[in-house]
């Protein structure tokens, strides 16, 4: 089976690889840490504390493969080669809601960078991927829940 490429900027890069250590280091030595204490409380066949840690050791390591699976497979995002013609994955996207009458600044990343909060879309998500190869004062419609919405693209930056 053929992995899927994982767009990250060198930001979200940075991010994962330092989740990844904490994950390998900091977290193993704490759980390992918790077992050791839990064998202490004797027999293990009742001993929740022992199962628990168990559990936070096995969730642990499964993090762990799935974000040295993302490294494996990053393709970062040269921002020297992004330019602001046309929206591109690391781009920030200022639009005009039609629908709402509102302006948003959206920065489009690639799925793994997604953080709401941040305005920071998927260049996945249906929004992001209309987004996508539009140029500025150019109107796309995005299908949504809610019926189709309009956004007016009112500038593209790095």
Do not use: C, W
């Not at 050791?57 to 494996?72: G, S």
């Not at 781009?91 to 959206?106: A, P, Q, R, T, W």
């Amino acid at each position: 089976m053929e992995e899927k490429e994982v767009i990250l900027t060198q930001e979200g890069y940075d991010k994962l690889e330092e989740e990844l250590n904490y994950l390998k280091t900091e977290k193993r030595a704490e759980i390992a840490d918790r077992i050791k204490v839990a064998l202490g409380f004797g027999d293990l066949s009742e001993n929740s504390e022992y199962d628990e840690a168990k559990n936070a050791q096995a969730k642990n390591e499964v993090k762990i493969a799935e974000l040295e699976n993302k490294v494996r497979h990053a393709k970062i995002i040269d921002e020297s080669e992004i330019d602001t013609e046309t929206v591109q994955i690391g781009n920030v996207v200022k639009v005009h809601d039609l629908s709402f009458d509102e302006k948003i600044e959206y920065t489009i990343v690639g799925s793994t960078e997604v953080n709401l909060l941040e305005n920071k879309i998927s260049n996945e998500s249906p929004l992001g991927a209309a987004l996508l190869g539009a140029r500025k004062n150019q109107t796309v419609e995005v299908n949504a829940p809610a019926g189709i919405m309009k956004y007016k693209i009112l500038s593209i930056e790095k």
